[in-house]
């Protein structure tokens, strides 16, 4: 039989482990997988007939403790030449939590 106090050690340990690891690096958006994430998401459509560029800019997080950027739409166009917008998806990186990526990818002309 496992002592006491040696239990309410595991159970504590194990929950700080499932906090510590469980909130690293996520953003809000989309579905997430624990150990690799790689999707793309639809975000708007605008008035353009179609696109010939693309801009992006990028927000990249480390740990869940730095985050550094800009994944402002304005950016992208302006990354990309754009002034009429046909597309706007966010594609969104992480490994285990640890590296994140949130890109937002404008299509247009």
């Given at each position: 039989m496992v002592p006491r106090k040696?239990?309410?050690a595991i159970v504590?340990?194990?929950?700080?482990?499932?906090l510590a690891v469980g909130g690293c690096g996520f953003v809000a958006d989309g579905?997430?997988?624990?150990?690799l994430t790689?999707?793309?998401l639809p975000v708007a459509k605008g008035p353009a007939s179609g696109g010939l560029r693309?801009?992006?800019?990028?927000?990249?997080?480390?740990?869940?403790?730095?985050?550094i950027g800009d994944a402002g739409i304005e950016t992208a166009m302006?990354?990309?030449?754009?002034?009429?917008?046909?597309?706007?998806?966010?594609?969104?990186?992480?490994?285990?939590?640890?590296?994140?990526?949130?890109?937002?990818?404008?299509i247009g002309n």
């Open positions: 040696t239990s309410l504590f340990i194990a929950l700080l482990l499932l579905p997430y997988g624990w150990g790689n999707t793309k693309t801009g992006e800019a990028c927000i990249f997080a480390f740990m869940g403790m730095l985050a302006r990354n990309g030449g754009i002034k009429d917008v046909y597309t706007i998806d966010a594609h969104v990186q992480s490994f285990f939590g640890t590296y994140t990526r949130y890109c937002t990818v404008v």
